[in-house]
């Protein structure tokens, strides 16, 4: 069975930070590229930043500089580090994982949500 599990996410004020995990089990977790998105009410889903299997990284615009995706195959995680947060990044979080060759192969965390507001 497979799980992919996100946790860290809370309520926090403007220019604050927080870190968010997503536990992977039930899948050979180096060979998936994984992936962060995001959803605000009203919003369709984008996505906020990946890492591959090679360990590259891509970024949404809006978050460049500010957030760092990381994963760590050993512990099966991957870490999403969100820096200097901004009202508008508030947003439920999912965690999304990807197999690097056979792109069929994908699945979904059920989410975080994350609140900035003073």
């Known amino acids: 069975q497979v799980q992919l599990v996100e946790s860290g996410g809370g309520l926090v004020q403007p220019g604050e930070s927080l870190r968010l995990s997503c536990a992977v089990s039930g899948i050979f977790f180096s060979v998936y590229d994984m992936d962060w998105y995001r959803q605000a009410p009203g919003k369709q889903r984008e996505l906020v930043a990946g890492i591959t299997t090679a360990v590259n990284t891509n970024y949404a615009d809006s978050v460049k500089g500010r957030f760092t995706i990381a994963r760590d195959n050993a512990k099966n995680t991957v870490y999403l580090q969100m820096n200097s947060l901004k009202p508008e990044d508030t947003a439920v979080y999912y965690c999304?994982?990807?197999?690097?060759?056979?792109?069929?192969?994908?699945?979904w965390g059920q989410g975080t949500q994350v609140t900035v507001s003073s």
């Open positions: 999304h994982a990807i197999n690097y060759k056979f792109r069929s192969q994908n699945y």
